[in-house]
């Protein structure tokens, strides 16, 4: 595929100010189909980009990436698919995306709004430091007294690493076969044994108490505890922030979705995995609106067949902690409060890579990894991955408590992320799994069925409206009960001078069914395949008085608004 990419975000890791120049190049030679917006400004002052392709008004999608921080890989995919968008739009067959010809009409109509990097001031900070990082680099402490760990780059490599320190009461030994790598300890373990440490000073230390580096040590908020759906405080959800909304990244994604009621599909990409994770997050299938599920399990069957990730329950396969579902996360907010088939795809399937075994529930295949998968890993990182992730310990005189060793573990390029070569490869496989998501966008379609003379300058103009689309109007069954997901309503125009003889003008139409109803629903069973009459439509009669030519329109906020045409003739 010939592309207009002025950043090479296929091959390499690119920073901010990369970023920028190619959304504002694709803004300026495409103006005719896209707009770039800035719907907020983080604390560091970088603008907070969603890109626009298509008619804003219309049956949308939405796709965001990097709200973690050192989850850069994301940020390549999103702006693959608008990439793609933007190639439809200009004409570019859905084959060339591995997808069917009969998709195009749908996809060349579809809008999808695109934010590439939720957290710019996060990424940037993983980028030039190398650091871990989960969300935002902030950590207000209006107390300023609790002592917590501060990553930062001591040995001037430029890198912000781990250090490791041997303890009698240390949790780590070096791994018999690879003594760089580290790994919990065993009972039958000989020493010496190590604590790690990220490599940073404790501010406010006290000469003795170390306390314990949790992973949002110096950056408080997690931008996926911050959305409304659910959220609890911090006393109840690590990470959660001061309120919801709290943080300008995820507040000015509310307020951009609350403005655009037409989102009707999701994508919110983080890594690592290689796994999809569906709603819902915070109860079994069995609580599950059943159609819903059926829609999702179709998503899902497609995807993983052009990815080979699997879709999974983020409630049954990936809670950190049994039973205690995650709050305030952004996909369950984007299903629930804004009516969207959302989901999370984790990239990057690095345990298929290296072939160590998926484990049921899928969460399993990372929080327990053995020693024989950590050397495959090992063996891998050196084989196909120029040995990023796995590098030596360096003495170092630390500040604080004296003889360390930093370094050792740099994660960023083949843990959290692939290494770079392999970007392209997961950006063709994600576009063509969420391209056909869009091709399933509500399509809206009115026409004049009909136009009788029933006397001189009296007639009858019956109006057909359809959805031919797979997504009902409604959008996933969470958006019926919110008040922003209007009905459709018909609205007809009589001709100049003309006059609306019988009843109003506007007519309700209420919400029409999509075709599509998923793998696993019932009225698709082939020993018994019934059509569910026809929801797909609504018919209409107007009497209209006049003559020349009028005009209908039908619509909703939820799913765009179409017209046609009709013409009376004089008797």
């Known amino acids: 595929m010939t592309t207009e990419s002025v950043v090479p975000f296929r091959r390499s890791y690119i920073s901010f100010q990369e970023m920028e120049i190619q959304l504002l190049h694709w803004a300026e030679v495409h103006s005719d189909s896209c707009k770039l917006h800035v719907i907020g400004r983080t604390v560091e002052d970088r603008p907070l980009y969603v890109l626009a392709i298509g008619p804003e008004d219309g049956p949308a999608v939405w796709i965001d990436a990097n709200m973690h921080a050192s989850e850069v890989a994301g940020t390549a995919v999103a702006l693959g698919l608008a990439e793609a968008f933007l190639a439809l739009k200009a004409g570019a067959s859905p084959t060339v995306f591995g997808l069917d010809e009969t998709l195009g009409p749908r996809l060349r109509t579809a809008t999808a709004f695109i934010m590439p990097r939720m957290s710019p001031d996060g990424a940037e900070a993983v980028l030039q430091t190398h650091r871990y990082l989960r969300s935002v680099p902030r950590h207000p402490d209006p107390q300023g007294r609790a002592a917590r760990w501060l990553a930062q780059d001591l040995d001037g490599d430029g890198r912000a690493l781990l250090m490791r320190r041997i303890d009698p009461c240390g949790e780590f030994v070096a791994l018999a076969d690879a003594p760089h790598v580290l790994v919990p300890r065993k009972l039958e373990d000989p020493g010496p044994y190590y604590a790690i440490y990220p490599e940073g000073v404790i501010e406010n230390y006290d000469g003795y108490t170390i306390p314990e580096p949790h992973f949002l040590s110096d950056n408080r908020t997690d931008l996926n505890r911050n959305f409304p759906y659910l959220w609890m405080p911090e006393a109840d959800q690590v990470g959660a922030g001061t309120h919801a909304g709290s943080e300008p990244e995820s507040r000015a994604v509310v307020a951009f979705a609350e403005a655009h009621p037409n989102i009707y599909a999701w994508l919110n990409l983080h890594t690592f995995g290689g796994v999809y994770l569906r709603p819902l997050g915070d109860g079994p299938d069995s609580k599950m609106n059943q159609s819903d599920l059926a829609i999702f399990k179709e998503i899902g069957e497609f995807a993983t067949k052009v990815s080979s990730y699997p879709m999974v329950s983020g409630f049954e396969e990936f809670l950190y902690e049994p039973d205690k579902p995650l709050k305030g996360d952004l996909s369950d907010w984007a299903y629930h409060h804004r009516g969207a088939f959302a989901y999370v795809c984790e990239l990057w399937d690095l345990a298929k890579q290296v072939g160590i075994e998926t484990k049921k529930p899928f969460i399993d295949t990372y929080n327990k990894v053995s020693r024989d998968d950590l050397l495959k890993i090992v063996a891998?990182?050196?084989?196909?991955?120029?040995?990023?992730?796995?590098?030596?310990?360096?003495?170092?005189?630390?500040?604080?408590?004296?003889?360390?060793?930093?370094?050792?573990?740099?994660?960023?390029?083949?843990?959290?992320?692939?290494?770079?070569?392999r970007l392209d490869e997961i950006i063709t496989a994600q576009t063509t799994a969420f391209l056909r998501v869009a091709a399933m966008l509500p399509d809206l379609q009115v026409r004049v069925a009909s136009v009788k003379c029933l006397a001189p300058g009296l007639h009858t103009v019956e109006v057909i409206v359809e959805n031919?689309?797979?997504?009902?109007?409604?959008?996933?069954?969470?958006?019926?009960?919110?008040a922003w997901c209007e009905p459709l309503h018909a609205a007809i125009e009589p001709p100049q001078d003309g006059a609306i003889v019988d009843g109003p003008a506007l007519r309700l139409v209420g919400h029409l069914e999509g075709w599509g109803a998923g793998v696993t629903d019932t009225t698709s069973q082939f020993a018994f395949a019934r059509s569910r009459g026809n929801t797909c439509t609504k018919r209409f009669t107007f009497l209209v008085r006049g003559a020349g030519d009028g005009r209908i329109t039908v619509g909703s906020q939820r799913v765009g608004r179409v017209c046609a045409t009709y013409t009376l003739l004089p008797s």
């Open 380 to 421: 891998w990182d050196a084989a196909s991955n120029q040995s990023r992730v796995f590098g030596p310990w360096a003495a170092f005189d630390h500040p604080q408590f004296g003889p360390v060793e930093i370094g050792g573990f740099d994660p960023r390029f083949g843990i959290w992320n692939p290494p770079a070569d």
């Open 468 to 482: 031919r689309g797979y997504f009902s109007t409604t959008g996933a069954s969470t958006a019926a009960r919110h």
